[in-house]
């Protein structure tokens, strides 16, 4: 009896509620969540390029854009973990060492989506979040948005060892790119 009303309940609720893919609005078929089948292979992993200090998960295109305003209106609390967990796999995937911090970027104080996708990734790695510096440490800085000349510039004023910057993607949309010149 449990069973059929929590059935029944389900189905109304999905009348008016549908589960819908968050890139292109088509029904979610069931256990997929946020997003279809199809846009899934959107989220292909940019290929690993050995001894580099920055680099990012994904490219800048299709269901990928979306993830990303997700993030930002954080409307949807697990799409931060979910974007942590593709970053850390990325990490794993670089072969990088072990950070002993994730370094904030910004203002502790200021928890916005780049503070809890770094928080994210921090108990992922089970390493710390801080914003202070120590010159025996390996810092990583996690993006959403990596741009790789500003970072670039900040690395030169950190005293740490080593910086590497892990991001959701590159600050380079294909658009804005004039191919036809």
């Given at each position: 009896?449990?069973n ?6 389900s189905?109304?609720l999905?009348?008016?509620?549908p589960?819908l893919?968050?890139h ?13 089948k ?8 940019l290929?690993?390029k050995h ?6 998960v ?10 990303l ?6 409307k949807?609390?697990?799409i ?12 794993f995937r670089?072969?990088w060492?072990?950070?002993?911090v ?13 503070y ?9 790695l089970?390493?710390?979040l801080?914003?202070?510096?120590n ?16 970072f670039?510039q900040?690395?030169?004023t ?6 590497y910057a892990?991001?959701l ?13």
């Open positions: 009896m449990k059929i009303l929590k059935s029944s309940l189905n109304i999905n009348l008016f509620y589960h893919c968050l292109c609005s088509s029904k979610l078929e069931k256990n997929y969540f946020y997003f279809c199809i846009c899934l292979f959107d989220f292909s992993y290929e690993c001894n580099i200090s920055t680099f990012a994904f490219e800048n295109i299709g269901a990928i854009k979306t993830l305003k997700e993030l930002k209106t954080q949807i609390l697990s931060t973990k979910i974007a942590a967990a593709f970053i850390v796999i990325q990490y670089l072969k060492p072990m950070p002993d994730i370094y904030l970027m910004n203002n502790p104080l200021i928890k916005n989506h780049q809890y996708l770094s928080k994210e990734v921090s108990l992922f089970k390493k710390p801080k914003k202070r510096q010159l025996s440490e390996v810092a990583l800085i996690v993006f959403d948005v990596l741009e790789t000349q500003k670039n900040i690395k030169e950190l005293l740490f060892k080593k910086v892990i991001g993607c590159f600050d380079v949309f294909f658009d804005d790119l004039d191919l036809f010149l």
